[in-house]
């Protein structure tokens, strides 16, 4: 049997609670057989850090997250765009959240800059969105009137069988964290038993969102979710697929590369 290739569609790798045991983390994914990661800047300071992770099964994406918006520093889209000119990195995690802080507005502004970035540079937008569903809808269905979507995924997806429709729609793929195999999800669920398996991804959204129905103990005492406890949801989503591993496997693999293919040069 051909050896099972993992990929965590979203995770924050510089997340200072993998001080001092990201190495150990990342030996542990690659034991388990998780071979590409999509690690998730969340504001102009961690940057340079997400960047210089960037290896064969490391793919960077650098953004503004919504929490963030509200303290960036003057002129970022133009160091981001900068960047962008000389790196194949992706952009995120940005998005729209309803329980943050920022204001709404600033959000709306600060997200949209990065999806104009990410059209006009061709790059994949990684984009979080809590509560703020018809907004989204809303700017994503206005850009394609304009320029067609750069590749799009919605991280941690948590919406309604309309939304998802909508972003499918729209060519969106809908990345889905272990939230699946939480206890009262089964409108989740069965929204993840809707989606056309052309438009899944799946993450840990490490180090957050451990959930210990599917993860295992973690061994470190600050128990932090990590990229090795995607191979149990991999196995949990096949089975409410009704697929096999290895096929659902090869499929989700095929879906990120579609996904990441436009920062390959061209
Ligand atoms: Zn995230």
Not at 150 to 172: A, D, K, N, T, W
Request: charged letters at 20%; proline letters at 6%; hydrophobic letters at 40%.
């Amino acid at each position: 049997m051909t050896e099972l290739r993992y990929l965590d569609s979203h995770l924050h790798l510089t997340d200072p609670r993998f001080n001092g045991i990201r190495e150990a983390i990342l030996l542990r994914a690659r034991e388990a057989g998780v071979v590409k990661m999509f690690c998730n800047a969340t504001r102009e300071e961690d940057w340079r850090q997400t960047l210089a992770l960037a290896s064969a099964s490391i793919v960077p994406f650098i953004g503004i997250h919504p929490w963030y918006c509200s303290t960036v520093e003057r002129d970022w889209e133009r160091r981001l765009a900068e960047i962008l000119q000389t790196t194949t990195c992706g952009i995120g995690e940005t998005g729209l959240d309803k329980k943050c802080a920022g204001d709404m507005v600033r959000q709306i502004e600060t997200f949209t800059a990065q999806l104009q970035l990410a059209v006009a540079f061709r790059r994949p937008l990684t984009v979080h969105c809590l509560g703020c569903w018809g907004k989204l809808l809303e700017i994503l269905e206005l850009q394609t009137k304009t320029a067609p979507l750069p590749p799009i995924m919605i991280h941690s997806f948590g919406g309604s069988q309309e939304i998802m429709r909508r972003l499918v729609r729209l060519g969106c793929l809908l990345s889905f964290s272990a939230r699946l195999a939480a206890p009262g999800q089964e409108a989740l669920r069965q929204v993840f038993q809707e989606t056309p398996m052309p438009h899944i991804l799946l993450e840990t959204d490490a180090p957050d969102q451990l959930q210990t129905g599917i993860n295992p103990g973690t061994p470190e005492p600050s128990a932090t979710n990590e990229p090795a406890y995607i191979v149990a949801l991999y196995g949990f989503a096949a089975n409410l697929h009704h697929m096999e591993l290895q096929d659902f496997c090869s499929q989700i693999w095929q879906n990120g590369t579609v996904f990441t293919d436009s920062t390959l040069p061209r």
